[in-house]
């Protein structure tokens, strides 16, 4: 029994290496069934009050959730996070958020991420590459 946990313990840890392996730069959010990436770039965060945060040296770790549709996106400086926003494929290798209009536009590429979106009165931007 205990050379059954050893290997099974070895076996998990293979396999997660094995996954965060291949999570590369050159993955495409697009085709992976899952994604996750760190953009990094200018951020900023608006909640219409005393709120205010924006940087050139911030980051949004990009996750694809289990939907295949839905990304959470988590930034840096304090910045709350993003979660459920749905996507649809464009072209061979864009993501663009369903339902994106001129005050709200989110777009993922392997190497690119902008976003204008806003919400109840808060706005937040990203211009970041990976």
Do not use: Q
Not at 21 to 45: E, L
Not at 108 to 122: A, D, H, P, Q, V
């Amino acid at each position: 029994m205990k050379n059954y946990f050893k290997i099974l313990g070895l076996l998990l840890m293979f396999f997660s290496l094995i996954s965060l392996g291949s999570c590369s730069r050159d993955d495409d959010p697009a085709d992976n069934d899952f994604f996750a990436g760190t953009y990094k770039g200018s951020v900023s965060y608006r909640d219409g009050g005393s709120t205010n945060i924006s940087t050139d040296n911030g980051s949004v770790f990009v996750t694809k959730i289990a939907s295949g549709t839905k990304y959470n996106f988590t930034f840096s400086n304090s910045i709350p996070a993003l979660n459920g926003i749905e996507f649809e494929k464009k072209g061979d290798n864009a993501l663009v958020m369903i339902g994106s209009t001129a005050t709200s536009y989110i777009r993922i590429t392997s190497g690119k991420l902008e976003m204008f979106y806003m919400s109840g009165g808060r706005t937040w931007t990203a211009n970041a590459t990976r």
